[in-house]
């Protein structure tokens, strides 16, 4: 699906996607953001889940209710566990870190599988995501505005 959409992406630069939302319930999409979950071995949440408790569990079940949560608009993100790790090359300084649990690290994987897409289409999504969020746009609007910029000339968004 991710490469149909990017071949899609790059052949039409004025296609709009409106409906990516839908896409991130789909049990594939779900499937390679579990592969990214487990690949990157993280630490529990405040769920305590553990991935080794998430495949005793039931991998296929897990996915399955949340597609369905997804599917009907129920999921709803937990808080991050915060913790204080070291900062790196400061003696006695720490800094926080937030950990979210499996769910929503397998629903933040399936969102940028979904946003992956969009990589060949921006030049630089981050960037484009951040200037929205600062100036409270909607992606699109952020869009719009950023084909304005000076230098951009209409760009590749």
């Given amino acids: 699906m991710q490469h149909a959409l990017y071949r899609s992406a790059k052949a039409d630069p004025g296609r709009r996607f409106h409906a990516l939302g839908d896409k991130i319930q789909r049990r594939d999409v779900l499937r390679r ?11 529990p949440g405040v769920d305590r889940t553990t991935l080794a408790g998430v495949e005793e569990y039931g ?30 090359g400061v003696r006695d300084e720490r800094r926080p870190l937030s950990i979210p649990t499996v769910r929503d ?28 969020n600062i100036n409270g746009l909607s992606l699109a609007r952020a869009t719009a505005t950023a084909r304005a910029w000076p230098g951009h000339g209409g760009g590749s968004w």
């Fill in 105 to 132: 690290r397998i629903v933040q994987a399936a969102r940028s599988v979904r946003i992956g897409v969009l990589r060949g289409r921006v030049g630089s999504l981050e960037h484009l995501l951040w200037y929205a």
């Fill in 59 to 88: 991998i296929d079940r897990l996915l399955g209710e949340l597609a369905d949560e997804l599917r009907q608009g129920k999921y709803r993100p937990l808080p991050a566990r915060r913790v204080l790790i070291p900062k790196p």
């Fill in 33 to 43: 953001a579990w592969a990214m979950v487990r690949a990157n071995n993280g630490a």
